[in-house]
């Protein structure tokens, strides 16, 4: 589903991924860790496009995501999901979720926000998916950090994407809260069969969560394993001279709601 070769990316002089090479088959749940700066953002960044690698090859759900002029649909096969909610507070829990179906739709249904019965039946899906059906109507803002966060995740179910590239979604969350949200993100990519490669700083989440874990470190690939192999010598690769994150450095962080795209009223 994901193949990436010699994938490298400059920040003016700050070689920040030199040479990554990684495969990863339709269906599997990876997990990348690394610390701060390894270069964990930059890597989904460059799959989805928000970033342009400077060389290497990316093909993602059989697009060349390298390649120019393929934009549109890679948004359509890939979903994003940020560690700040990125909903829209102002408007409702569904209509947040039926952004998800934006790119699916006309562009003139797009402009005039026209969903149709199938649209707005496959949003509610997706919310009972994270059990927030009675939460449809709710604005968004209403919402706690969890909740919102599952909202982002109905939203990125309702693109129907083949991949879900999801940065940090757990980060501003109490860990209790964090992995009740990686639960719902894992339960809901299985039942799809949707391919999930997910950011994150909890080792414990990490090992109870990805089927793969890979681990980055100064833009380079340091641990490429079943999460089984994840021992102590492999985190000291993947955290050098570091210290390792905790739940007790993963206290919730208030973050004000980021506005998603623009011309949604
Ligand atoms: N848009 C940008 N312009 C310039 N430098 C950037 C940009 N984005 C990232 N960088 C640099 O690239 C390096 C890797 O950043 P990246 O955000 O990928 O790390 P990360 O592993 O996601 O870190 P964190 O865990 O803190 O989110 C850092 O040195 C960062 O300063
Ligand atoms: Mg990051």
């Not at 990316?9 to 599997?28: Q, T």
């Not at 697009?63 to 507070?89: C, K, S, T, W, Y």
């Amino acid at each position: 589903m994901i193949r990436v070769r010699s994938l490298a990316k400059d920040y003016a002089d700050n070689a920040v991924l030199k040479g990554i090479d990684l495969d990863i088959g339709a269906g599997e749940f990876v997990v990348v860790l690394g610390q701060s700066g390894a270069g964990k953002s930059t890597l989904l960044r460059c799959m989805n496009r928000l970033a342009q690698a400077d060389s290497g090859e990316l093909q993602i759900a059989g697009i060349d995501a390298m390649g120019a002029g393929q934009q549109r649909e890679l948004r359509r096969q890939v979903a994003m999901i940020f560690q700040h909610h990125n909903v829209v507070p102002r408007l409702s829990v569904l209509k947040n979720v039926l952004t998800g179906r934006l790119g699916s739709v006309s562009t003139l249904a797009s402009l005039l926000q026209l969903f149709s019965r199938s649209d707005v039946a496959l949003a509610m899906n997706c919310l009972e998916q994270v059990d927030l059906q009675h939460k449809a109507c709710a604005r968004t803002d209403s919402l706690s950090g969890g909740q919102m966060q599952r909202v982002g995740i109905a939203r990125a179910l309702a693109q129907r994407p083949k991949v879900i590239l999801a940065d940090e979604p757990v980060a501003s969350l109490d860990p209790k809260t964090a992995r009740r949200v990686m639960q719902y993100l894992r339960d809901a990519t299985r039942e799809l069969g949707i391919t999930v490669v997910c950011n994150l700083h909890q080792v414990d989440l990490a090992r109870e969560f990805g089927d793969r874990i890979v681990g980055l470190a100064h833009g380079r690939l340091v641990f490429d394993s079943q999460r089984e192999t994840l021992d102590e010598a492999c985190l000291q690769r993947i955290y050098p001279q570091a210290e390792r994150p905790s739940d007790a450095n993963q206290a919730p962080v208030a973050v004000p709601c980021m506005q998603i795209g623009g011309g949604i009223a």
